[in-house]
Every structure is written in structure tokens, then in C-alpha cells.
């Protein structure tokens, strides 16, 4: 990928000297009963000579069926037209379904289509993409820590340069794993230093997201201590949270090829607004992993998104600057409010980033066996398209 020898810019590589680009699959057949294919995901760090195999992307796993199709992994049949391909992930142990646009004639995938995705220039056909039961990736279950909201009180290290009264802050979050382990933060418990810092990608921001990565991998058990939560700076990933912006979704084709507007568009509110942070730096849209986290969280009761999505937070009429002591704040508002915030067994959540939107389709098991395994599926589309293809000297 072009990391080697602590390269920032990746010049004598493949990758694009981002950690949105600097991301490897290996795909094989598969052995295993009712799988066609499997796939390990690799995390390269820019600039570093690591590599983080400890979770999985969404984004690469959108490409394992085409991928498969083109290889000769799987075989369509002839005339068909549509596919579905059965994938497992190593590196998570979970599965996924994939159904791709098959081109008739020559029996390859077909890259051509009208749908589009928020920041992704173009258009492609519809890749299907379903997570099945995707609670407890890594940590084997949905909540880690058993609580759907927590304060969690983090410590700078000293090697972040921050000032003297942010070495030490609270901040409300939900600790959980749905496709990959994810820290949803409520922005609104952030310090005031991230606020006043300058922006998102300042130096003491990037210190502040950090370390509350760091604290929160310690908690969820991923790590046993913050510095060897620094060793792996992909698991767990980081999100904050806040309202949406009152803002139509327009002319996107987040939403399935079925919606209701040109190019699969659909004029509605976002649900949630989500600021991704991605190996230690701003994510310029939102993992797609971390978009199927958040959509189950969002139809999860007593999460901070479920609180946000109903409003208990936007409409306050000034936010809270410090997070309760209580690990489960609002617990018993909750339990009063129960019945009017029943989640229906299948929602679309609309969730808002940088580059636009991402539309997130939850499947739900019933509502008394709502415990752990409750996510019975999440769903997302994607698109593909081959960049190239070739051989690649690697240096040993």
C-alpha cells in the first residue's frame, strides 16, 4: 500500500494516503456451510508500518461479491440477471448477503446503473448489502459493558499538548458493537475545549477524540489498558452525535432502488447527524460499518441516538455541559416513556454526515426477545466499479 518505511504520502504504493484508501481484502472460496466466499480485511496505517486486522469495512466488504463474480469465485448462471452471494468475515466472524446486478451476456458484473451514493462521484448499479445479526462483532454482544448510555471519564495522556483543564472530562456515551465496535458520543457532553479548538481536525481535538477512543476500548474490554488501546487505532472507531440539520433529503439514491424520487431520491428529514473520525483523523463522510451501528442503535431504546431521534436533547432548551453522574441517565423518564417509544420491527433510519446521507434499512427480532441478539439484520446499498488490475512487487 506504500506505508513501507513510514511513508505519509504512500508514493511507492497503492494507496491514497488516507485511511478511507489504505485498505486491503483477501477473498477466497469458502469451505464453510451455506458460505460461497470469505474475506480477511487489513487496516494499513499511512505514514506507519502497522496494520490493523482486529475489525472490518463496510465499504470493502460492498466489493467482495463483484469481486467473487469477476474472479471466477462464484458463477451466475446463464441469462441471470441478479445474484445473491453468501460472504463471511473472518476477521469478525459475521455474515453478510450480497445481491449484485449481473450482466446476461457475459455472465460478469455489471457496473452500469443510475444510483448514487453521497460522496461518490457518478453512478453504478445497486449493490444489496445485509448484515446478518451483526450484534457482538468483537466484544459478543451488542452492549458491552451491559448499558445503553454511560459517563465515561477520560484522562489525557501527557503526550497530547492540550491545556491543564481538559486532562481530565466526562462525557456521555453509548459503548456498542453492531458489525464493528463503535464510541457514540453525545457532542453536546464534548469539552468546550473541542469546541474552541478550531475545528474538528485541530491538534487538540484529534487529542480529545483520542483519548476518549482509548478510554472507551478500555471499557468495552478490547483493550487492557489506554496505551494498548493505541496500538490499534481501528477498533474500537469513534463517532459523535448530535441533531440533524433540518435540511430534505433531495435527489440522493441512499435510498433503495424502490424509493419514491428521481434516481431512488426521497424528500424527508434526516434522522441523526454523525460527525466519523477514522484512524486518528476526520472521516470525510462515515464508515459503512459505522452507519449500520448507528442505525440499530438508533432503534435501540435508551440509547443516546434513539434519545436524540426523539427529540429528548434537540428540544432541550439548553443542552447539558457536563453528563450526570448516574451511568443511565434519564433512566426513569425512560421507563414512564416506554410505551410511546415503541420501535417497529423493520425502520429506515436516515443518518446525516459530511458528504450528505446514508439511508439504513434495521430488521428487528420481537419485542420480548429484544436482548442481545435483537438486530436480526441491517441493511445498506453500495455501488462498485473495478479500478484496475495487475501485479503488484512487494519488497520483502
Do not use: W
Not at 458489525?179 to 480529545?208: H, K, M
Not at 424502490?258 to 434526516?270: E, S, V
Amino acid at each position: 500500500m506504500g506505508s513501507r518505511n513510514g511513508d505519509q504520502r504512500q508514493l511507492e504504493g497503492v494507496g491514497g494516503a488516507t485511511s478511507t484508501t489504505s485498505k486491503v481484502v483477501v477473498v477466497s472460496r469458502s469451505e464453510r456451510e451455506d458460505i460461497d466466499v470469505e474475506y480477511t480485511f487489513a487496516q494499513v496505517a499511512v505514514g506507519a508500518e502497522k496494520v490493523d486486522m482486529s475489525g472490518n469495512c463496510g465499504n470493502m466488504a460492498s466489493g467482495i461479491a463483484a469481486f467473487a463474480l469477476d474472479e471466477g469465485l462464484v458463477k451466475a448462471e446463464p441469462g441471470q440477471t441478479e445474484m445473491p452471494v453468501r460472504i463471511y468475515n473472518t476477521n469478525t466472524n459475521s455474515m453478510l448477503e450480497e445481491t449484485i446486478q449481473v450482466d446476461p451476456v457475459t455472465g460478469r458484473f455489471l457496473e452500469e446503473g443510475t444510483y448514487t451514493i453521497s460522496g461518490v462521484k457518478g453512478t453504478g448499479s445497486p449493490i444489496k448489502v445485509k448484515f446478518v445479526k451483526p450484534g457482538g462483532s468483537m466484544t459478543t454482544r451488542i452492549f458491552p459493558t451491559g448499558l445503553r448510555q454511560q459517563t465515561l471519564s477520560v484522562s489525557v495522556p501527557p503526550a497530547f499538548d492540550v491545556p491543564q483543564d481538559v486532562r481530565k472530562f466526562e462525557v456521555l456515551v453509548s459503548l456498542i458493537d453492531v458489525a464493528n465496535p463503535f464510541v457514540f458520543v453525545d457532542a453536546s457532553t464534548l469539552p468546550q475545549a473541542y469546541v474552541l479548538s478550531g475545528g474538528q481536525d485541530s491538534p487538540i481535538a484529534l487529542a480529545i477524540v483520542e483519548s476518549i477512543r482509548r478510554e472507551a476500548a478500555v471499557t468495552m474490554g478490547l483493550a487492557p489498558d489506554a496505551e494498548t488501546a493505541s496500538l490499534r487505532p481501528g477498533t474500537p472507531k469513534i463517532s459523535f452525535l448530535s441533531p440533524a440539520s433540518p435540511t430534505l433529503v433531495m435527489d440522493v439514491g441512499e435510498l433503495g432502488p424502490t424509493a419514491n424520487g428521481p434516481h431512488g431520491a426521497i424528500l424527508r428529514q434526516p434522522d441523526i447527524n454523525v460527525q466519523a473520525y477514522s484512524m486518528g483523523k476526520v472521516h470525510p463522510s462515515f464508515q459503512l460499518t459505522g452507519a449500520v451501528c448507528l442505525g440499530a442503535a438508533v432503534c435501540l431504546r435508551g440509547t443516546i441516538a434513539a434519545e436524540i431521534v426523539a427529540g429528548r436533547r434537540s428540544h432541550m432548551d439548553t443542552p447539558p455541559k457536563t453528563p450526570s453522574k448516574s451511568p443511565e441517565r434519564g433512566l426513569e423518564e425512560l421507563e414512564i416513556r416506554a410505551k410511546s417509544d415503541e420501535v417497529a420491527k423493520d425502520k429506515k433510519v436516515v443518518i446525516q454526515h459530511r458528504s450528505g446521507v446514508i439511508d439504513v434499512e434495521v430488521e428487528l427480532g420481537p419485542e420480548d426477545a429484544r436482548e442481545e441478539n435483537e438486530v436480526l439484520g441491517v441493511t445498506v446499498y453500495r455501488t462498485a466499479r473495478r479500478l484496475f488490475e495487475g501485479t503488484i512487487l512487494v519488497t520483502i
